[in-house]
């Protein structure tokens, strides 16, 4: 029998709207896992973030976060994998924005701990204002006073939070730059947009391939419902959009579940392994 690693992507697909885990999802998929079942998320989210939202579920597989910029152990947030920009890279984004008078978060390793940089003195976007409040406590939140403090460190990910026009011309600067993965969409619970951006090596697809090389399996599928799920999709055997999914996301997918609401992945995976006697 094909040893099959599962994948899910987080916010919108495993996640309800209250941005949890369902109890009904996690008695299913913790039943599953404790029979053997592969299975890991795929998230946009930090560690930090992912770990409080899914309360109640704890794969012992490597979680893939920041969009695939790095693994982390599900239970202490150990990294490894990790996919840095080079110095002239980063530099190189950050006079890019500089130049529209757009400031990013920018994420880093600092001292081995995880930092999120940020102007403490420039007028921010509303979405970046709501981001920072909804942090507050938040070890990794650092602001800072000059630019060039925004690269302490080694950089991994920026994100910029703002209005889809003010975004759009740095969108089309950095979109076809050989050396990055952008993400460019509206956040999934709020009005704004996020221009979010790794290096090549860091997307869900590329982290979720190494993964399965590393655990020896033959099969990879996939869950999700945004943008930055399609190129999981397209290194998965199979990939299966939630109902609430993006139209491109559903065009892309091998087969359309039920909705985030509806626990729609614990729902797909149990009724899979009952039919298949997969475990």
């Known amino acids: 029998m094909p040893k099959t690693l599962y994948v ?3 916010d919108g697909t495993l996640l309800d709207c209250r941005h949890r885990i369902p109890a009904r999802t996690a008695d299913i998929l913790n039943a599953l896992l ?17 770990h409080v939202v899914t309360e109640g579920l704890s794969p012992a597989l490597p979680w893939i ?13 150990a990294r490894s994998q990790e996919a840095f920009f080079t110095d002239p890279q980063r530099r ?41 409040d909804h942090r507050r406590g938040d070890p990794r939140l650092s602001p800072v006073k000059a630019r060039e403090e925004l690269l302490q460190g080694k950089t991994y990910y920026f994100t910029f939070i703002h209005d889809k026009e003010a975004l759009a011309p740095l969108w089309e600067q950095v979109k076809d730059l050989p050396w990055v993965n952008v993400t460019f969409q509206q956040e999934l619970y709020r009005k704004e947009y996020w ?19 590393l655990l020896g399996c033959d099969r990879l ?22 109902e609430n999914a993006m139209p491109e996301v559903k065009a892309a ?19 899979r392994f009952e039919r298949e006697g997969a475990i």
């Open 92 to 132: 190189e984004i950050l006079s890019r924005c500089e130049s529209l008078g757009l400031w990013p978060l920018s994420y880093g390793i600092l001292e081995n701990e995880e930092k999120v940089f940020y102007l403490e003195d420039k007028a921010r976007h509303s979405g970046m204002e709501y981001y920072i």
């Open 34 to 50: 404790s029979k053997g079942m592969l299975f890991t998320f795929a998230t946009a989210r930090s560690w930090h973030s992912a």
């Open 8 to 10: 899910s992507d987080l």
């Open 253 to 271: 997918a091998t087969g359309i579940i039920g909705t985030n609401e509806e626990g729609g992945v614990a729902r797909f995976l149990l009724e």
């Open 221 to 242: 599928v996939a869950f999700g419902d945004a943008m930055n799920d399609l190129p999981l999709f397209s290194a998965a055997d199979e990939g299966y959009a939630v």
């Open 195 to 213: 221009l979010e951006i790794t290096s090549r090596e860091a997307t869900k697809a590329r982290a979720a391939l190494r993964l399965k090389e």
């Open 65 to 77: 976060v920041h969009n695939g910029a790095m693994l982390c152990d599900g239970k202490t947030g």
